[in-house]
């Protein structure tokens, strides 16, 4: 990753295994170079898979430089080169987005632009690729950026919240007492479970009111 750094300077750590965690989720690890099942032609080849005519263009790169296709130095140098001319957009796209999830992200849909996403196995290599990074440099060692926020979820229909203070409490217990007195002409037998029933759902309403404007307070609504 730092001679990714030091081949791209605007990038960061984060930014660095960012592409690192692409690669990795590519080439199964760094350990496929040659697409396992290519849909078309030869397929992709190399850390990043390029394919078509970026597979033709590395090869040609390799060999003008001089190294072997399925070398690091190679990998590394053509995945600079691109960055420097025909995927420089990415460079950009790759420092603006916040935290180590968006930036993958962005690497993922500007450089690879994949058939099939899969950002999380992406992400997943991505943080491996910054744990090792900062195993093998303690003093420098980069923790993770705090992703960007996500809008707070709302809370609609049966969900919507009541304020407390909108709960008339003493319309319940003035609904409870009434309710004693409608069954005073009854035996108590009968009427005490009926008040009962009627008092613990006047708690139910009460208990359900708060837990919503606490769901509510929480998801900032």
Known sequence: MKSLMRLVPAWTVEDA???FGNGGHES???TKLQEVKPIAGRGGFGWFQWTGPRRRAF???CREEGLDPAGPSANIGFLAHELATSERATVGKVSAALGLEA???AFEMAFERPGVAHTDRRLAWARIALDAYNTAYPATAVPLTPEKPKAP???SGLDKPMALSTINVASLASAATGGIAAFSGLDWRVALPIVLVLGVLAAWVIWQ???YARKAREAGV
């Open 17 to 19: 295994a960012a592409a």
């Open 28 to 30: 199964l690890g760094f």
């Open 59 to 61: 090869e040609a790169w």
């Open 103 to 105: 930036k993958t992200k």
């Open 153 to 155: 979820a709302t809370v």
């Open 209 to 211: 009111r708060s837990r």
